[in-house]
Nanobody
Framework: QVQLVESGGGLVQAGGSLRLSCAASGIIFSINNMGWYRQAPRNQRELVAV???????NYADSVKGRFTISRDNAKNTVYLQMNSLKPEDTAVYYC?????????????WGQGTQVTVSS
């Protein structure tokens, strides 16, 4: 059974930083794209950043220059370094990964971690 477990959320003042981590566990043969999404109250879930297995990255315009996504393939872990946080970054952040395990390759989601930025 593949699982994604996130950590690192919390409460921070505007201008501060947080680092999110997401570790995949279980029987894993390969991981393709890994990414972070977020969902604020009354909003749809939106892509924040994604990184390919080769390290190519893509960011939402709203976070470019402030957030950095990275991954450690040996640890099946993806990170999101968030700097210069703004109140509008407040949301539940979800990890997503395309994983080939015992089951055919499909997308998996973490349980979500709350990020709250106070003004």
């Amino acid at each position: 059974q593949v699982q994604l477990v996130e950590s690192g959320g919390g409460l921070v003042q505007a201008g501060g930083s947080l680092r999110l981590s997401c570790a995949a566990s279980g029987i894993i043969f390969s991981i393709n794209n890994m990414g972070w999404y977020r969902q604020a109250p009354r909003n749809q879930r939106e892509l924040v950043a994604v990184i390919s297995s080769g390290g190519s990255t893509n960011y939402a315009d709203s976070v470019k220059g402030r957030f950095t996504i990275s991954r450690d393939n040996a640890k099946n872990t993806v990170y999101l370094q968030m700097n210069s946080l703004k109140p509008e970054d407040t949301a539940v952040y979800y990890c997503n990964a395309d994983i080939l395990g015992v089951a055919p390759k499909r997308g998996y989601w973490g349980q979500g971690t709350q990020v709250t930025v106070s003004s």
